[in-house]
């Protein structure tokens, strides 16, 4: 990977406390960016912030609250004088089906992935604009097609793709760069955290973590979309197949969806 292109900019990565986010602030690091971490566990932001070799401002934030946005924006300009790149990856997930969701965990999706985007990208966007610079969106391949038992994160990242993709087009002339970036599954924490039908965590995972793509390898997929200025990228095999056969099979996607999901241990949809 070219060295320069991301030295001295400006990151602010939301959702940087593990996984994806994670990975990506060691891969910016080490090509010398500098950067912005946010996440609801500063504790562990300040321990990542140690060990990466570069500039690195720590801000607790929840990416659901408009304020903890605006400021850590606010703060980043302060010390930094701008933002290149933002990247809207603070997320989490679900797992119930809708007849026996509790309908605050499906507010809580959208508030967290979707308005933890908007919020953000809306108050990073004149900086953005005036560099010239990138926003990146972390959808999913469940923001291309519905995946059961998981109606608010599907929304959610549907409700990403249509905001991102519109973002992109008012700032067709503007030089903006605008990614919509959808990782197939990914071994990371995600699972654990994800809500069930009454809000509260799973605490295990359904799926062979091990044989997932690696938060790693997601990462050097992001800085190459971002350094070729892509509108959108589409990671593992699966996702690719899901999201081309949809396009012409609809329905073979959902069946085999649907498949799939139930064979997981305990799944809703048994
Ligand atoms: N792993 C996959 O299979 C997969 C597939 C497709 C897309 N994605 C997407 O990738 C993104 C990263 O997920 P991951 O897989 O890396 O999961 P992860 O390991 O659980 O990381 C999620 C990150 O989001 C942060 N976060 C959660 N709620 C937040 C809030 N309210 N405010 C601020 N930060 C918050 C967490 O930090 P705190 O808890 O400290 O706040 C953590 O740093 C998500 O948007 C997810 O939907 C993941």
Redesign the pocket.
């Known amino acids: 990977m070219k060295q320069q292109y991301f030295k001295d900019k400006v990151v602010v990565i939301?959702?940087?406390?593990?996984?994806?986010?994670?990975a990506c602030a060691r891969l910016f690091a080490a090509q010398g960016a500098k950067l912005t971490l946010?996440?609801?566990?500063l504790d562990?932001l300040q321990v990542i912030q140690k060990e990466l070799p570069a500039a690195v401002l720590a801000v607790k934030?929840?990416?659901?609250k408009e304020e903890d946005c605006r400021k850590l924006i606010e703060q980043t300009i302060a010390t930094y004088g701008g933002i290149d790149i933002l990247v809207n990856?603070?997320?989490?997930?679900m797992r119930a089906v809708f007849k026996d969701l509790d309908l605050k965990v499906l507010h809580q999706l959208m508030d967290?992935?979707f308005w933890?985007c908007v919020y953000c990208t809306k108050y990073a966007l004149p900086s953005l604009l005036e560099r010239k610079g990138s926003v990146v969106g972390?959808?999913?391949?469940a923001g291309f097609k519905g995946l059961p038992a998981r109606t608010g994160y599907s929304a959610s990242?549907f409700a990403m793709n249509g905001f991102l993709d519109t973002l992109r087009t008012e700032h067709l002339y503007d030089d903006l760069h605008v990614m919509i970036f959808?990782?197939?599954?990914?071994a990371?924490?995600?699972r654990f955290?994800a809500l069930t039908a009454d809000g509260s965590p799973q605490g295990e995972t359904p799926r062979k973590e091990e044989k997932?793509m690696s938060?790693e390898t997601v990462a050097r997929h992001m800085l190459r979309g971002l350094r070729k200025r892509k509108d959108q990228m589409i990671l593992t095999p699966l996702g690719k197949a899901a999201v081309l056969v949809n396009k012409f099979f609809p329905k073979l996607v959902s069946r085999m969806e649907y498949k799939m999901m139930k064979a997981e241990p305990d799944s809703p949809l048994s």
């Open positions: 939301t959702g940087a406390s593990s996984g994806i986010g994670l946010a996440a609801r566990s562990k934030t929840d990416v659901s990856n603070a997320g989490i997930s967290v992935n933890g972390v959808t999913s391949i990242k959808a990782p197939g599954f990914t990371s924490n995600v955290s997932m938060a």
